[in-house]
């Protein structure tokens, strides 16, 4: 059975201070693997999408890796604006593209 | 360009009450998703539909779901004589190609269901 975990659930940081996100999965064919960040209230907005081992994906401050069993995404100097939950999905093949999805991790950054 | 639009975006209802949520997808769209969101949990699939084909409903809880897309782009996620454990959020997702299982799915920002 397809599964994702995330780790750590929730996670605070002073602003400017590096961390980084834990995505493990199990998948039967990874197809792809997603990240999204989710504001309260708001549906998830499209980070960044992985397809193979040793890919890394760069977006101002958000940095994404892949390995075959997890993905990392790495913050580097974050900012309050950056505070949200960050979920992680992979597509699996047999699917229709239907994303499994971890619970996310929740990120407050303080100034 | 429009992103996913829902509709409504809060909804009460009474248990045993029907209730239709409404899915706008970005125009041009091949595929359409339909999520459930309960707090503090990650979306879980419910249903897909390549264009007014509805290819997986795997997910769907129960027979009281119901989705229907029947001219390839609006979406209408039904569900019948509702109960408390269908609280959550209701999301919907579309991207461009049919069946690409890499293809970028974007959100619309959910229809949030409270069944009192």
């Known amino acids: 059975e397809d599964q994702v975990t995330q780790s750590p659930e929730a996670l605070r940081l002073q602003e400017g201070e590096s961390s980084s996100l834990n995505c493990s999965y199990t998948?039967?064919?990874?197809?792809?693997l997603f990240w999204y960040r989710q504001d309260p209230g708001k549906g998830p907005e499209f980070l960044f999408t992985?397809?193979?081992a040793g890919e890394e994906k760069e977006k101002e401050r958000l940095k994404a890796t892949l390995t075959k069993k997890e993905s990392f995404l790495h913050i580097t100097a974050p900012k309050p604006e950056d505070s949200a939950t960050y979920l992680c999905?992979?597509?699996?093949?047999?699917?229709?593209?239907?994303?499994?999805f971890g619970k996310g991790t929740k990120l407050s950054v303080k100034p | 360009g429009a992103g996913v639009s829902q509709s409504p975006r809060y909804k009460v209802a009474k248990r045993g009450q029907d209730v239709a949520l409404r899915c706008d997808p970005i125009?041009?769209?091949?595929?359409l998703f339909w999520y459930q969101q309960a707090l503090g949990q990650g979306p879980e699939f419910l249903t897909y539909?390549?264009?007014?084909?509805?290819?997986?409903k795997s997910g769907l809880p129960s027979d009281r779901f119901f989705a229907e897309r029947p001219e390839g782009s609006v979406s209408t996620l039904k569900i019948q004589r509702t109960q408390q454990e269908d609280s959550a959020v209701y999301l919907c997702?579309?991207?461009?190609?049919?069946?690409?299982?890499?293809?970028?799915?974007?959100f619309g920002p959910g229809t949030r269901l409270t069944v009192l």
């Open positions: 997702a579309s991207s461009l190609n049919p069946s690409q299982a890499t293809d970028t799915q974007y």
């Open positions: 998948v039967s064919g990874l197809r792809g």
């Open positions: 992985l397809y193979s």
């Open positions: 999905a992979v597509s699996g093949v047999g699917s229709q593209g239907n994303l499994i």
């Open positions: 125009s041009g769209h091949v595929s």
């Open positions: 539909f390549q264009n007014e084909a509805q290819l997986d």
